[in-house]
């Protein structure tokens, strides 16, 4: 989905092409051990209507909803978009708030490496030369969490401009846990530390947004100012939780 029009750009020029369409499992998606294990080449459409992720991660299966149209969701695949690491994809928010991992093996080695240390850079991932995206690892979700992804979509690509995923859970009016994954602003996806300990700590979800994106940089191009993101994202942000805490029980 993403390395044909780079070809056509020049802006990619690989000796060889490899097709992984006919290696066995990798679109397989399964629950296991208290975790629902994706296989790199499962589509967005077979995750966003997985019974398995429906009902054991919907933070997911709700992002991936989200993703392209209909075309780009039959086709395009969680190993390929997580492998390319497009600041402005849609998964990396989900999976670093659902706190993913990424399973890679090479001929020689296999290793997992969590989401957080995985999206390093624009286009950049802790893959070593060699490795390939084998699976994603989801923790089962609490049944009694609530979530949500929240998107601002470039009207041409479909992109994210900003995009948030969040998930918490209740102690009667207290949250208990709060993740929050943000995709779009900056150089790659991160999560909202400082906001979820704020959260935790017992501040409102207005003084736990007013801090999102301390530390980073935002990007800035002819559709949105590096300000504009960071008030998209603070915005989104408060809508994402705000949908999250009302379905949480």
């Given at each position: 989905?993403?390395?044909?029009?780079?070809?056509?750009?020049?802006?990619?020029?690989?000796?060889?092409?490899?097709?992984?369409?006919?290696?066995?499992?990798?679109?397989?998606?399964?629950?296991?051990?208290?975790?629902?294990?994706?296989?790199?080449?499962?589509?967005?459409?077979?995750?966003?209507?997985?019974?398995?992720?429906?009902?054991h991660c919907p933070l997911?299966?709700?992002?991936?909803?989200?993703?392209?149209?209909?075309?780009?969701?039959?086709?395009?695949?969680i190993g390929g978009a997580?492998?390319?690491?497009?600041?402005?994809?849609?998964?990396?928010?989900?999976?670093?708030?659902?706190?993913?991992?990424?399973?890679?093996?090479?001929?020689?080695?296999?290793?997992?490496?969590?989401?957080?240390?995985?999206?390093?850079?624009?286009?950049?991932?802790?893959?070593?030369?060699?490795?390939?995206?084998?699976?994603?690892?989801?923790?089962?979700?609490?049944?009694?969490?609530?979530?949500?992804?929240?998107?601002?979509?470039?009207?041409?690509s479909g992109f994210a401009?900003?995009?948030?995923?969040?998930?918490?859970?209740?102690?009667?009016?207290?949250?208990?846990?709060?993740?929050?994954?943000?995709?779009?602003?900056?150089?790659?996806?991160?999560?909202?530390?400082?906001?979820?300990?704020?959260?935790?700590?017992?501040?409102?979800?207005?003084?736990?947004?007013?801090?999102?994106?301390?530390?980073?940089?935002?990007?800035?191009?002819?559709?949105?100012?590096?300000?504009?993101?960071?008030?998209?994202?603070?915005?989104?942000?408060?809508?994402?939780?705000?949908?999250?805490?009302?379905?949480?029980?």
């Amino acid at each position: 989905m993403s390395l044909i029009p780079l070809m056509k750009l020049r802006l990619a020029t690989p000796e060889e092409v490899v097709d992984l369409g006919r290696v066995p499992g990798l679109t397989s998606i399964a629950e296991s051990s208290g975790a629902v294990r994706i296989g790199a080449m499962a589509t967005h459409h077979s995750i966003e209507t997985s019974s398995a992720i429906r009902a054991h991660c919907p933070l997911l299966a709700e992002t991936a909803a989200h993703i392209g149209d209909v075309q780009v969701r039959n086709v395009g695949t969680i190993g390929g978009a997580v492998a390319h690491a497009d600041p402005a994809a849609d998964y990396p928010a989900a999976l670093l708030a659902l706190e993913a991992a990424i399973r890679l093996v090479s001929a020689n080695s296999a290793r997992t490496v969590a989401a957080a240390g995985f999206f390093l850079d624009a286009f950049t991932t802790a893959i070593e030369p060699g490795e390939i995206v084998l699976e994603i690892d989801v923790p089962v979700e609490d049944q009694n969490e609530g979530y949500c992804y929240e998107k601002v979509a470039h009207p041409a690509s479909g992109f994210a401009v900003v995009g948030v995923a969040a998930r918490v859970r209740k102690n009667g009016r207290r949250i208990s846990m709060a993740r929050i994954g943000v995709t779009g602003m900056a150089a790659h996806a991160f999560r909202a530390l400082a906001a979820e300990r704020l959260l935790e700590a017992g501040a409102s979800v207005s003084e736990a947004c007013a801090t999102l994106g301390e530390g980073e940089t935002p990007n800035s191009d002819l559709y949105a100012s590096a300000d504009y993101r960071l008030h998209l994202a603070r915005v989104h942000a408060a809508r994402a939780l705000a949908t999250a805490l009302s379905r949480a029980s």
